[in-house]
DNA sequence: CAAGAAATATAGCAATGGCTATAAATCAAC
DNA sequence: GTTGATTTATAGCCATTGCTATATTTCTTG
């Protein structure tokens, strides 16, 4: 045990406060590929690339709307708000961070990209700065 | 983005499938350590440890019961059984490796121990492999 | 050992994130 | 421009993980 066992509480409450937060940043962060790659994020290619079924991604999009990540017509695409593109390249920008990081320390690097997804929800600010520190100065 | 398009669904449903487990880790990690602190894990303790409601934490026991991780008849304490008590070692080990690596990088402590409580669930075997690689090659 | 205090269990509610089945809207093609 | 195919939305289900309120059991203490 650490001298920190006072906050025990607090940690937890922090890790369930991030995975609540993680599945809108994924879809966030796969829309804007999607924009990218074709123009537009459609339901059905949101689903397939989540793994998940269509009505799955809809209820999330209807959640993303809610948060003010995204907009969407009925039947129509799905596009991000300014401040869901801005969350799209931050996690963009901190999962190629965490991946680096993770082969900076020998991970094979297939391994790394399915890690680095679920690890990377979890990194906080100082963390990623003092990952993109470590790679700088190797 | 990168050569592994094809498994983003993959990914993704593995990442899903890690956070299922994580609570289960957390819990049997923390009866583990009230077991070796004050010889019994009782569900007050671990309610407020946990940081959730009393109720809460029941109801996550009756789940490890149901897993087969720990063992509790009603208005009693709460045991590990030999698979839950082996799983706390490894999440124990596990944790503790992962605050080491994130500290090597230039993680500051604190931030470490936070980031590590969500952190860990979600590093693999190999990864975990790496990261003692790496501390032990420093 | 009886009563009150403390601990645990149960009931019931809400939100989230899955699913299948089906309805409704859009698109394509004749 | 209709019709059939495709796409999206809706309805309704389940499990999980939280919660509060309340019942029940155990413990303690006079």
């Not at 269509?54 to 709307?65: E, M, Y």
Request: charged share 30%.
């Amino acid at each position: 045990m650490t001298e920190m066992d006072g906050q025990v509480p607090e940690r937890f409450a922090r890790a369930r406060e991030a995975q609540s937060v993680a599945l809108l940043e994924d879809y966030v962060e796969m829309i804007g590929d999607l924009i990218a790659e074709l123009g537009e994020a459609r339901v059905a290619d949101i689903a397939e690339r989540m793994g998940v079924a269509q009505p799955t991604a809809t209820k999330a999009i209807s959640r993303l709307k809610r948060e003010g990540l995204a907009t969407a017509r009925p039947y129509r695409g799905v596009f991000l708000t300014e401040e869901g593109a801005d969350l799209a390249d931050r996690v963009r920008a901190r999962h190629r961070t965490v991946v680096e990081l993770l082969v900076a320390v020998g991970v094979p690097e297939g391994v790394a990209e399915l890690d680095a997804e679920g690890i990377e929800h979890h990194v906080s600010d100082e963390t990623l700065a003092a990952f993109e520190g470590f790679l700088k100065s190797r």
